[in-house]
């Protein structure tokens, strides 16, 4: 990425981990993403512990990501070169990317006071990386 992508990019990632309000005072970190994202894999390989705080958690976790997913595809058009970071297919379902990212999350525990859209966004550039040209 070139230094003007990256700065917007990381600007647009600050944005996003500040606009949880229920984490607005400090933004979200991998710790809450983490515990989040284990819930919502519980819920689907147990499906008769689905409750109000299951679907609540399951909704963060995959709202968060998704958000975090839209805000890199905004910050590459707005930043004219459309250029994307990663090349994630575009048939992925919410399931498998939360499981993308908890996969990267459990990898990668010394990160997880980051701030969680960094994570993620990191999660899908190792996990989908662009060929050359891209």
């Known amino acids: 990425m ?3 992508q990256a700065a917007a990019f990381a600007l647009a990632m600050v944005f996003v981990s ?6 607005a005072s400090r933004g979200w970190v ?4 983490k515990a989040k994202c ?3 894999l519980r819920a689907v390989s147990d499906p008769s ?9 399951s909704g963060q976790c995959a709202g968060y ?18 250029k994307y970071p990663y090349c994630m297919p575009e048939t992925t379902t919410p399931l498998q990317d939360i499981s993308v990212v908890e996969k ?3 990898d990668h525990p010394e990160q997880w006071d980051m701030p969680a859209g960094l994570l993620i966004d990191q999660a899908f550039l190792t996990a989908y990386p662009c060929s050359k040209g891209k």
Do not use: F, H, P
């Not at 500040?18 to 984490?23: A, D, I, T």
């Not at 512990?49 to 299951?54: C, F, P, Q, R, S």
């Open 2 to 4: 070139e230094k003007r």
């Open 18 to 23: 500040l606009s949880v309000n229920s984490y």
């Open 30 to 33: 991998g710790n809450d993403l």
């Open 38 to 40: 284990d819930v919502a």
């Open 49 to 57: 512990a689905w409750d109000t705080n299951i679907a609540l958690s």
């Open 65 to 82: 990501i998704a958000g975090v997913i839209e805000g890199t595809r905004v910050t590459s058009i707005l930043d004219k070169a459309g």
């Open 104 to 106: 990267y999350l459990n």
